[in-house]
């Protein structure tokens, strides 16, 4: 186990596809914001990022009063730019391996510890999760199971691209308009680890997510 | 790879309050300070005219019972050591007299740029050159270096404007609202602000 010192968590985007007037790592699950389950699991990381763009301060006020030492990067240009820059503004910033999560994401504390038991210093790690979500990432795996060979957007397969991963180093380039996924798809083929995230695109995945947590 | 530098202001980045009511207690003249220095944080007077203002109202105060008020002054104990450490590559940027504030300066050991006055003896009797933040990082630094500007207050905007990145850092207060609008992070803890500047080394 080599558990990253930093951690970036993206949560500036507006959320379109969802339609609310409310950043999504604000939507509660179990009681809390998706964001204060994100901060439990991550609470063994010593720096914990949070991109912010979309209602900034509704989200650096909440944050603050989970986790007081959570360092804010503001992607000014978040209605114009893609996920990968707002990671960017912060990965910049590190010469060192680090985790990315998606900020509109639910997983369990004892999930996101085995994950990161798996993390070997030198070894891009992502994590996948069985595909359940509208309009995914699916992953391919190789013939032995133990890789991830290709990512496919019309190829349904049973995992899931997951928005979270451990990279040894900074791949991101400011103002790229790529996706997270086709960024990485120049290291593949790459490890996976396989857990249970609920991501929340729309309204449907926010309600499937809240029935399968009862 | 570009070495970065860092400009730290000085009154509630590196004090954990504002220097001038402190001193003021001595001439007991602190709340009408600290109204004044409350609008200037915020914006609602100009830095340059209340710093007038606020210089002429001590007028005639002893420099040694300045100092005395200073030393007395709490900071940011990580922030200190992350510029004593590192004091090649620091510069404390600051409104705030030179004669007035040898007291930190000697305990930080970095460059400092500050407004200056004229004395007479021990007595302050006013002040010269009004120091201004965004034309020292235009005259003061070359392109080599990656200049990251550490500030909370209005009079910090410019200072930000001209730096490569710019932290608002709400340690003692929320920075001002048009401040973290021209900023690029935002931090509201002494001990991620130096975590973070750590980072960069």
């Given at each position: ?28 699950l ?48 978040y ?48 994590v ?13 795996l ?23 991963a ?49 | ?13 590196i ?58 002054i ?69 392109d ?15 200072l ?42």
């Amino acid at each position: 186990m080599s558990i990253p010192r930093v951690a970036i968590i993206s949560a500036a985007g507006l959320g379109t596809r969802i339609g609310l007037d409310t950043p999504k790592c604000l939507l509660e699950l179990k009681g809390q914001s998706l964001i204060y389950h994100q901060l439990m699991a991550l609470k063994h990381i010593e720096i914990i990022i949070v991109i912010v763009g979309f209602k900034e301060n509704l989200v650096m006020q909440h944050v603050r009063n989970i986790r007081k030492d959570v360092i804010f990067i503001r992607n000014k240009d978040y209605t114009l730019t893609s996920n990968v820059h707002s990671i960017s503004l912060a990965a910049q910033h590190l010469n060192e391996p680090f985790l990315i999560v998606d900020g509109d994401c639910y997983f369990s504390e004892e999930d996101f510890m085995r994950f990161l038991e798996k993390i070997e210093t030198e070894r891009i790690l992502l994590v996948v999760n069985p595909s359940r979500t509208s309009d995914s990432v699916y992953v391919k795996l190789d013939k032995e199971q133990n890789r991830i060979s290709s990512f496919e957007r019309n190829n349904k397969t049973n995992l899931e691209w997951s928005g979270i991963a451990y990279l040894t180093r900074n791949p991101f380039r400011l103002n790229d308009k790529r996706y997270v996924y086709e960024v990485l798809s120049d290291f593949l083929p790459l490890d996976y680890f396989e857990m249970n995230v609920l991501e929340i695109d729309t309204w449907q995945d926010y309600q499937n997510a809240i029935t399968s947590l009862d | 790879v570009t070495r970065p530098f860092f400009c730290f202001d000085l009154d509630g980045t590196i004090t954990k309050v504002e220097i001038l009511p402190i001193i003021s207690r001595i001439l007991g003249i602190e709340e009408e300070m600290k109204q004044l220095t409350y609008k200037t944080i915020h914006g609602i007077i100009p830095f340059e005219e209340s710093f007038l203002l606020r210089t002429q109202m001590l007028k005639g105060i002893s420099t040694s019972e300045v100092h005395r008020a200073i030393r007395g002054i709490p900071l940011f104990e990580e922030i200190v050591s992350f510029i004593q450490r590192n004091n090649e590559n620091c510069a404390l940027i600051t409104g705030n007299i030179d004669v007035w504030i040898s007291p930190i300066a000697d305990i930080l050991k970095c460059r400092i740029f500050s407004s200056r006055g004229v004395f007479s003896g021990d007595e302050f009797s006013h002040v010269t050159h009004i120091l201004d933040k965004g034309k020292v990082l235009e005259l003061a630094f070359k392109d080599d270096r990656h200049i990251f500007a550490i500030g909370d207050g209005m009079g910090d905007v410019a200072l930000f404007q001209n730096s490569n990145t710019s932290i608002a850092f709400g340690g003692v207060h929320e920075p001002v609202e048009s401040l973290v609008k021209v900023s690029d992070i935002v931090m509201y803890d002494e001990g991620a602000l130096c975590r973070f500047l750590e980072l960069q080394l």
